[in-house]
């Protein structure tokens, strides 16, 4: 069978980009038959980018209850939260012992802090925690205890799926073929979604929209994203358009066809935000009232996750024994 996995780091409100570029693909792929879903919190990832604890519970249960809202299925998926499995801090350590220090200087988000640095006169490592220089071992350990082949992610974890490969080829090359190598799985009409300003979507950024503001804010939000000032009746550059690229993840094929044809005839920018509006307001109203009444049942959500751990953990258990074993651990008699 094939092994999907995907997480989301709870560390903000859930926003268009992390919808389009992994929980819809995950959600649609977890109802093929002969698939096994394994979808989960990072919220140990997210101690990395936020110190924050009500700002972690609260998150963790925005993006539990929009995982059920876009109607995960929790009896065919394995859904659980990654600090309610011990396995994964252990995976992690033994992985963090073949990973090679050089693989990880070369990680983008370290790399970043270091450059940023150097331009800021300050030490390189300065305000660098072992958190974010680990975080891409963390990862490899998400992927690896359950033996996922595919991994849907946005573009910007491509980097952290090599270095998953890489870290699991090392340690199968020492203690024999206990890994499966992942591969990233990329849905290219919305590989990144742009936010606001036309820059990826992103938390970091403040350029996103919410996945559930009410209309009036959902409307407002589209109606300020950036446009270059080309009037009524000039011609549109379609691929070089947010709007357009936001239109294309939230319609169909056809549908997208035909509003890039109107770009080319040069549709004004207001009448092309109004059709915006209304594809993602489409796609979104049935989902904003399931998630208004999860949010509302925490202890049902938590009550959910912990039935996930178990059943995850009855996975990571015999598997971490297998390689503690492998390497030479606990094997005395
Ligand atoms: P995170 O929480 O930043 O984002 C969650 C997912 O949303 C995708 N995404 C986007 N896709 C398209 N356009 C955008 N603008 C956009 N913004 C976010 C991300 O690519 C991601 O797929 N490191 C991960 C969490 C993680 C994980 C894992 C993922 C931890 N362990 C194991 C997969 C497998 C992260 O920070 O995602």
Known sequence: VQRVLTGIKPSGTPHLGNYAGAIRPAVAASRHSGV??????????ALISTADPLRVQRSTLEIAATWLAAGLDTERVWFYRQSDIPEIPEL???????AGKGLLNRAH??????????ADGLDADAGVSMGLFMYPVLMAADILMFKANSVPVGRDQIQHLEMARDIAGSFNHLYGEHFVLPEAAIDASVATLPGLDGRKMSKSYDNTIPLFAPPAE???????IVTDSKAPGEPKDADGSALFQLYQAFSSAEEARAMRTAFDDGIAWGEAKQALFEHIEGAVAPMRDKYQ???AEPAQIERQLREGAEKAR???APFLAELRHAVGLRNLA
């Open 109 to 118: 988000a370290y790399k970043a802090a270091v450059d940023k640095n150097a």
């Open 36 to 45: 096994e879903s394994f979808y989960f919190l990072a919220d140990y990832h």
């Open 218 to 224: 959902l409307k407002k939000l589209i109606f300020s």
């Open 293 to 295: 009444a999860l949010i």
């Open 92 to 98: 992690t350590w033994l992985l963090t012992c073949v």
């Open 314 to 316: 009855a996975l990571a």
